[in-house]
Each structure stands twice: as C-alpha cells, then as structure tokens.
C-alpha cells in the first residue's frame, strides 16, 4: 500500500547518503552558509541576552561551523545531523580550543524526531538545514516540545526564490523534469509556525547573489555542499549532452554587465518563541 512517510524516510536517507559523501568537500563549498551563519549567530547573541549559559541545541550542524562558534558560550552544546559523515567532520575539524570542551554531544538523528526530552534546551538553532525536512508542521512541534516554555528557536533557510535562474533554466532545457528542489514562501512557513506553539518574533527575508564565470562552477559548488535534488519529478537518469548545452545557452541570458552568471539566494532569517506553558502531571 503507498504511504506518502515512506517517500519521505526514503528521500531522507538519500539526503543522508548525500551529505555524508559531502562532507569533506562541504567547507570548501560553504562561503554563503558561513556568512549567513554569522548573521544568525548575531541574533543569537540577542537571543541569549537573558541567559548566561544555554543549553544549546544546533539542527543539521553539518560541519559544525555553528556549534564552534557557540560551545564556549553554553552548558552544553547537542549538535545533531541526519548523515553521519557531516558529524565525524564536525568532531574532527574542531580547533584545540573546542576540542576541550566536554559539553558538545554529537546526535545523529533527523530533526523531526529529536531523540530528546521535553524542556530540555533553552535555545534552538539551524543554519541552512530545515529546508530539508518536509513537513514544518512536525519540525516546530518537535522544536516546541524540547524547548523550555519562553525559548527560542533562531534560524535560517533558503525562501522560494532561491536558485530561480537555475530553475528557469532547466526549465528550459528539460521541461519534463524537476532539477532544482522546491523551496518554501515565507507565508507558507509563517503559517506552519501559526499551527505550533512557536511564535513569530523575527521573519525576515534578504536577497544573496552569488556570481560566476562558468555555470560548471554553480553545479561543481553545489555538488560539494551535497545539495540533492529531492523532488519527486527528479529525472532519475544522466542528463544527455544535447539538454545540457541547451542549459548552458539559457543560463548565459542571465549574464549581467560585467559578463558574470549570477545565482539568487533568498536567505529567510527567522525568531520563534515558544510559548508552550508548563503542564504539571495530574497524578
Ligand atoms: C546545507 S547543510 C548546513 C550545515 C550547517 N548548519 C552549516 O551552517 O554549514 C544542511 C545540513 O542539514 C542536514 N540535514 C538534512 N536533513 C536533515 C534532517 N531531517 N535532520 C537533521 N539534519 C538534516 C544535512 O545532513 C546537512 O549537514
């Protein structure tokens, strides 16, 4: 019998496999995360006013470029991530500084079921990593339930404008397939947070271009992040060489003044606040 939760839990581990193959060429690749990391890390820093320190939980840490920057400043760090390769990079590329520190435990687990108990963390964070979970609904209840009542949950994600020249592109070249994931209006994520207990605090979105010589380098750059298209009209076969000239060819319209091939990210920054209430055991 078809169960819509299998697709998912299959693509899961594809995305899994993916990004552990990635993760050592992830770094080399990450120019755009890192800075955008930086800017979460500010409103973090605004988050954890109130609080010396945290316990911190970090969503899809990947190589852990977060989880370095905030270890010192918390009690105890979780950075957890579905594909076990990102994690081991992460444990090995910490500096002596971070090494030393005991509070970090590494989870390898998927975001939508954090192997942890409720109110256990006062903060959340993620850095480029929810938009692989498909259902926001389940993520911002589980985010909800591990989060001491008034925590935040600080994070950011790729919006639906994401990559449009690319997706224009293929469309063009290939118009039988989807080549480029699908990602999520800002609408349509302030709705989900609507049907949790996560209220909005910040929701904000900025625009990212990144540019090129080549196209070869988009897709080489892309490839090293372990960016793996989810979509279920996927082509499941190599792209032929007659398709991808015809993509080369409608990329290069977009060439802008200066002769470069520019890449659009739509970077959503968002604050929740949980404003679950404690429940005490009837018995
Ligand atoms: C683009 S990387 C971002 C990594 C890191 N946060 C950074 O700032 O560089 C996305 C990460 O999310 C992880 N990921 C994807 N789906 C996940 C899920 N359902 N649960 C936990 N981690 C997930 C991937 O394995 C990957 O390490």
């Avoid at 904000?204 to 196209?215: A, V």
Wanted: aromatic share 8%.
């Amino acid at each position: 019998m078809y169960n819509a939760r299998d697709d998912i839990a299959h693509d899961k581990q594809a995305i899994a496999k993916s990004f552990g193959n990635a993760a050592t060429s992830y770094d080399s690749a990450a120019g755009l995360q890192q800075r955008v990391g930086n800017v979460l890390l500010g409103f973090v820093r605004d988050s954890m006013q109130e609080k010396t320190a945290p316990k911190i939980l970090d969503l899809g840490c990947g190589t852990g470029y977060v989880v370095s920057q905030l270890a010192g400043k918390s009690e105890l760090m979780f950075a957890l991530d579905i594909a076990e390769g990102m994690l081991r990079v992460a444990k090995s590329g910490m500096s002596g500084k971070e090494k030393k520190l005991k509070n970090i435990h590494y989870v390898c687990a998927d975001a939508e079921a954090i192997p942890l108990r409720e109110n256990s963390v006062d903060l959340v964070v993620s850095n480029f990593a929810i938009q692989w979970c498909p259902d926001k609904q389940v993520l911002f209840q589980e985010i909800a339930r591990v989060l001491v009542p008034g925590g935040r949950f600080v994070f950011s994600m790729p919006g639906a404008d994401t990559l449009h020249e690319l997706k224009a592109s293929w469309q063009q070249a290939d118009s039988s397939h989807t080549h480029v994931n699908q990602f999520c209006e800002m609408d349509v994520l302030a709705g989900d947070v609507q049907h949790s207990p996560l209220q909005v605090e910040v929701l904000q979105s900025q625009i990212e271009i990144m540019r090129y010589n080549k196209l070869q380098e988009l897709t080489h750059e892309l490839k090293a992040l372990g960016a793996h298209n989810v979509t279920d009209g996927r082509a499941r076969q190599l792209t032929g060489k007659n398709t991808l000239k015809r993509l080369v060819s409608a990329y290069d319209e977009f060439r802008d003044d200066e002769g470069m091939l520019p890449a659009t990210w739509n970077v959503i920054y968002g604050v929740l606040v949980n404003q679950k209430t404690y429940v005490k055991n009837a018995y």
